[in-house]
């Protein structure tokens, strides 16, 4: 393999939609929800809650059937939902890792990069530990550190921080546009996972991580001076 090592040091992932599939319970929760309040909720309306923090996600539902709620109706409606998605995500299993994502990571190990997970879920810790992956990550950052919500680039300047890293050292992965948007305008690198129409702000866009190894992915990127940090020694 190249050696990209002088470069790029850490690789900082987004948990839903990158690494699991949860996207699929948070829809289940919030149309249990969506349906006791009598609002139309079809799945396309879902991808615009994605990477919308609880309290947000619940605004757009309300907004969406033309609702108002008190905030302590709003703080114990998220309340409910948080309890059914919990209930679902208690079941899930290794085997809904995103395929490729396990050999990805092992390899970012081989090579000696640095790894995190930076998600806004207060249940991260809870999806890694049913996965397995609650020791696959040097770092986890959830959704109860002090931070601002993206775009705002906090949780992937916690990530790096806590990592040793700068910005400009650092790949960020991660499936939103607000999520992409946060990391560019962080400095870091950003591969986007999903559709290229999607995500026309990554440096790249992968569809996901199944049958791509490391090198694939380093190769790929479209190097600007900015990556070009200094070599040690
Ligand atoms: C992630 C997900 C969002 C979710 C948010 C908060 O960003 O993409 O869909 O609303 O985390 O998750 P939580 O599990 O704390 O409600």
Redesign the pocket.
């Known amino acids: 393999m190249a050696d990209f090592s002088v470069k790029i040091k850490g690789f900082i992932f987004n948990l839903?939609?990158v690494i699991v599939d949860t996207?699929k319970y948070?829809y289940k929760a919030w149309l249990r929800l969506a349906d006791e309040m009598g609002v139309e909720f079809p799945p396309e309306q879902h991808e615009q809650?994605?990477?919308?923090?609880?309290m947000e996600?619940l605004e757009k539902i309300l907004e969406w059937g033309g609702l108002y709620m008190t905030e302590a109706e709003k703080l114990h409606w998220a309340d409910v939902k948080?309890n059914w998605?919990q209930g679902l995500i208690a079941h899930m299993t290794p085997d809904e890792v995103f395929k490729g994502v396990l050999p990805f990571l092992e390899e970012v190990r081989e090579y000696g990069g640095k790894t995190a997970l930076s998600?806004?879920?207060?249940?991260a810790h809870t999806v890694l530990k049913s996965t397995r992956l609650d020791s696959s990550f040097d770092v986890v950052l959830d959704?109860s550190a002090a931070r601002k919500a993206k775009p705002h680039p906090d949780c992937f300047l916690q990530a790096a921080s806590a990592l040793g890293l700068a910005p400009s050292e650092c790949i960020v992965f991660d499936d939103a546009v607000l999520g992409v948007q946060a990391a560019r305008d962080g400095g870091f690198h950003t591969v986007g996972v999903g559709k290229q129409e999607d995500l026309p702000d990554a440096d790249l866009v992968i569809p996901g991580f199944e049958g791509l190894s490391l090198s694939d992915v380093l190769e790929m990127m479209p190097w600007t001076p900015l990556s070009m940090v200094e070599t040690e020694g």
């Open positions: 839903d939609g996207a948070h809650l994605r990477s919308l923090s609880r996600s948080n998605y998600s806004a879920s207060r249940n959704g």
